[in-house]
């Protein structure tokens, strides 16, 4: 257990859905990070969050959004669900500052039908 | 431009040899850090070895060890002793400090296949 904890592991929904995916980070963690992994692809920076507030942004679409609440835990949102969206969406923290690398979450593995 | 680069999309390695994954990197901060990490087929990333850029020494981890080259800008992964258990994609990345927050940048990663 990595301590970032991501939640659901698995998610099957269909075209034109929404979905909230969440993620909650290491304890001490201030800083957030979304990443996407489609299929053979390497992980594409989406958005991150330190103490609540958007730091980052990357190649993150319209259709998403992301927040990060008061508790530190955060909040991925994507609408309008196309079929190009399936891909595994990871959650990172990280402490602010310090040698050691994110600390990812298990992954969240999302299949639009 | 910040960039890690690693050429080689798949690799084969019989157990118990060593096995070499390359990884250059390109950016002009003085100060950066590499990394490596693990994702098995079971889906989740695993930290391996951390390399600042000011350290003298090459990051060893068991049987992981980083050889840092800082003047050709590589940051190759070394396993010793492979086991099977190793097979699984690796993917390089640098943390780089930008406009006040860390960022960082994974290469397209290699996928090992240990052999018996």
């Known amino acids: 257990d990595s301590g970032v904890t991501q939640t659901p592991k698995h998610l099957i929904t269909a075209t034109g859905q929404r979905v909230t995916l969440r993620c909650s980070p290491r304890?001490?963690?201030?800083?957030v990070y979304w990443y996407q992994q489609s299929l053979d692809q390497g992980l594409q920076f989406l958005i991150q969050?330190?103490?609540?507030?958007?730091?980052a942004k990357g190649n993150i679409l319209e259709r998403f959004s992301a927040q990060q609440f008061p508790d530190l835990h955060s909040e991925l949102n994507l609408s309008s669900l196309e079929l190009g969206d399936s891909a595994l969406y990871f959650c990172?923290?990280?402490?602010?500052?310090?040698?050691?690398?994110?600390?990812f979450g298990s992954g969240t593995r999302l299949t639009v039908v | 431009a910040q960039k890690i680069t690693q050429t080689q999309p798949g690799m084969f390695v019989q157990e118990k040899e060593a096995v070499t994954l390359d990884c250059t990197y390109d950016?002009?901060?003085?100060?950066?850090?590499l990394f490596w990490y693990k994702q098995p087929s079971s889906g989740e990333m695993i930290f391996l070895i951390y390399?600042?850029?000011?350290?003298?020494q090459n990051a060893t981890e068991g049987r992981y060890s980083l050889n840092f080259q800082k003047a050709r800008k590589s940051a190759n992964l070394v396993i010793s002793a492979s086991q099977l258990g190793d097979s699984a994609m690796y993917f390089c990345?640098?943390?780089?400090?930008?406009?006040?927050?860390?960022?960082?940048?994974f290469g397209t990663g290699t996928r090992l296949k240990v052999l018996a």
């Open positions: 304890s001490g963690d201030l800083s």
């Open positions: 990345a640098m943390r780089v400090l930008t406009s006040g927050t860390y960022k960082y940048i």
């Open positions: 969050y330190y103490n609540g507030e958007e730091r």
């Open positions: 990172a923290s990280s402490v602010a500052q310090g040698p050691g690398g994110y600390t």
């Open positions: 950016t002009s901060d003085p100060s950066y850090g």
């Open positions: 390399q600042g850029s000011y350290d003298q």
